[in-house]
């Protein structure tokens, strides 16, 4: 079981933020109305999740908690995800471009290893759409925000680093669907 609410841009962020913000949670921008239950995926950091769950699977996974995996693993055992009203956090300041842009490889990386091993895509599939995923992504942004002014003109202002953040994305992608995942950099476990 997890539950979450919406994440929203703090005042005092800059360009780099809002890239980082709308590559990651543009599909939280709305509050929802009351308790919005049995949806496919919460913003993991605003969230609160059952212990015993969450522990289930860090130690089941090869490398420590990936939201996506994770809530795919909780609805296949029958758990399930909610989005609260009035629990929205602020998304503030960030690190830096280059921090971020090595961060958004590891994790594209992580993500398309995973895809290749559970066989939700293929090698070729991945490899293939790697050049139109940041354009997939800045078309699927831009469907969330054009409504919204504010957001809006924080994104098109922020769209050329969040095309390179998507890139970076989909080059981890590619590359992990034809290397792998690295090797975790966790310390092993101790036997008892």
Excluded: C, K
């Excluded at 212990?51 to 908690?65: K, P, S």
């Excluded at 503030?92 to 961060?103: E, V």
């Amino acid at each position: 079981m997890g539950a979450a609410g919406r994440i929203d841009l703090a005042d005092e962020t800059r360009v780099t933020d809002w890239a980082v913000f709308y590559l990651r949670y543009s599909e939280f921008l709305r509050e929802p109305e009351g308790i919005q239950r049995r949806v496919v995926g919460i913003p993991a950091d605003n969230a609160a999740y059952n212990g015993e769950a969450i522990r289930r699977f860090v130690t089941a996974a090869d490398d420590g908690f990936w939201e996506v995996e994770f809530h795919r693993e909780l609805h296949a055992t029958g758990g399930s995800l909610a989005m609260v009203s009035g629990a929205t956090a602020s998304y503030g300041r960030s690190f830096p471009l280059s921090t971020i842009a090595a961060h958004r490889f590891q994790h594209g990386r992580h993500s398309g290893a995973w895809r290749v091993s559970r066989r939700i895509r293929s090698v070729p599939a991945i490899v293939l759409a790697f050049p139109l995923v940041p354009f997939a992504l800045t078309a699927r942004t831009w469907r969330r925000v054009r409504s919204a002014t504010t957001h809006r003109n924080r994104f098109l202002r922020a769209l050329p680093l969040f095309l390179v953040l998507a890139f970076m994305w989909a080059f981890g992608e590619a590359v992990g669907a034809l290397s792998g995942a690295p090797v975790s950099r966790r310390p092993s476990p101790v036997p008892a």
